[in-house]
């Protein structure tokens, strides 16, 4: 079973329109980041969050982290084709780093 | 500053061929990971050194898979021999002492086993 579990697994929206994805897990992290992979490239960091309810805003980007610390979400408003990508949560745990399956963004024109 | 290097970007090979993928780390930093990302998912840990010492190999086939790190900067990842389902991207990436939970991932190098 996978520690971090992502949904939905790919989504395939509109300019303009806006998302949510989600990384749940049942286990509690003391942190949790969120990573965007572009096509052909590396997965790059866009955040780390870690207190229990914590909100935090990257441009058109609002990351929040459950009360429990067992779960995040992403939230893209108006999202823009360069949003495109692979949303990666990752978890620092014993000291690993977990990765999640990913959503896999399309941001149609 | 220089970011995670990996060489070559894309191979294509036959099964049963060998391949070795090379990384230089961020200058500095002690921690190393080569990750295993199959198309469309999430980077998988093959292998993870701490300076030039093997710290988790746990998810690494050794029976195919080598990996060293012999002086504690570049390392080299070798499959051989390749399987089909070794198609993938193997991605390299770093981590400083000390900097809290944050790696910087290398552009990957792109496997194609035919």
């Known amino acids: 079973t996978q520690l971090l579990e992502q949904s939905p697994q790919f989504l395939s929206i509109q300019e303009g329109e806006n998302l949510t994805v989600y990384c749940n897990s049942s286990?509690?992290?003391?942190?949790l980041q969120w990573y965007r992979q572009e096509p052909g490239e590396g997965p790059v960091l866009l955040v780390t969050?870690?207190?229990?309810?914590e909100v935090k805003k990257l441009k058109r980007l609002t990351f929040q982290f459950g009360d429990a610390r067992k779960d995040s979400s992403l939230h893209i408003t108006a999202a823009q084709p360069g949003d495109t990508g692979l949303y990666l949560c990752?978890?620092?745990?014993?000291?690993?780093?977990?990765f999640g399956s990913g959503t896999k963004l399309n941001v149609k024109p | 500053e220089a970011g995670v290097a990996q060489s070559p970007r894309y191979k294509i090979i036959e099964k049963r061929q060998s391949v070795a993928f090379w990384c230089n780390p961020i200058?500095?930093?002690?921690?190393l990971y080569w990750y295993q990302q199959i198309l469309g998912q999430g980077p998988k840990l093959l292998i993870q050194?701490?300076?030039?010492?093997?710290?988790?190999d746990s998810q690494l086939p050794k029976d195919r898979f080598s990996a060293e790190r012999l002086k504690g900067v570049d390392s080299t990842l070798k499959i051989q021999p390749a399987k089909l389902e070794d198609s993938a991207v193997y991605l390299c990436?770093?981590?400083?002492?000390?900097?809290?939970?944050?790696?910087?991932f290398g552009e990957g190098s792109w496997l194609t086993v035919v």
């Open positions: 990436a770093s981590r400083l002492q000390g900097t809290g939970n944050t790696i910087y």
């Open positions: 286990s509690v992290f003391s942190s």
């Open positions: 969050v870690v207190t229990g309810g």
């Open positions: 990752a978890v620092y745990n014993f000291n690993k780093f977990y």
């Open positions: 200058s500095g930093h002690a921690t």
């Open positions: 050194f701490q300076n030039n010492g093997v710290v988790d």
